[in-house]
């Protein structure tokens, strides 16, 4: 089956940086858009950054600047290199991806379990 797994996630200080990865894996026939989304406790799920196959990206203002979000296609990858972090950026990263799966002719959304992300000092 289709798989995404974070990694990356770690307590790091204001005006740190990390990367995240997510790794697609499966059967796998092909993959489109693939984007990060955070939540953070008591708030609503955000989309951060997403990216598509061509490479056009997009991010949520809040970010805008600090984050970029980068793909390998051939290793069906998405990475999410963050700068300048702060607090407000504490949250579990999720990646999320919409997959062909080899055995249907339809893509859907996969998520991947989350990695924690905690901004502090």
């Known amino acids: 089956q289709v798989q995404l797994v974070e990694s990356g996630g770690a307590l790091v200080q204001p005006g740190g940086s990390l990367r995240l990865s997510c790794a697609a894996s499966?059967?796998?026939?092909?993959?489109?858009?693939m984007g990060w989304y955070r939540q953070a406790p008591g708030k609503q799920r955000e989309l951060v950054a997403s990216i598509r196959s061509g490479g056009l990206a997009n991010y949520v203002d809040s970010v805008r600047g600090r984050f970029t979000i980068s793909r390998d296609n051939a290793k069906n990858t998405v990475f999410l290199q963050m700068n300048s972090l702060k607090p407000e950026d504490t949250a579990v990263y999720y990646c999320?991806?919409?997959?062909?799966?080899?055995?249907?002719?339809?893509?859907?959304?996969?998520w991947g379990p989350g990695t924690q992300v905690t901004v502090s000092s």
């Open positions: 499966g059967s796998i026939s092909s993959i489109s858009g």
């Open positions: 999320n991806a919409a997959i062909q799966p080899t055995y249907s002719g339809a893509y859907r959304t996969y």
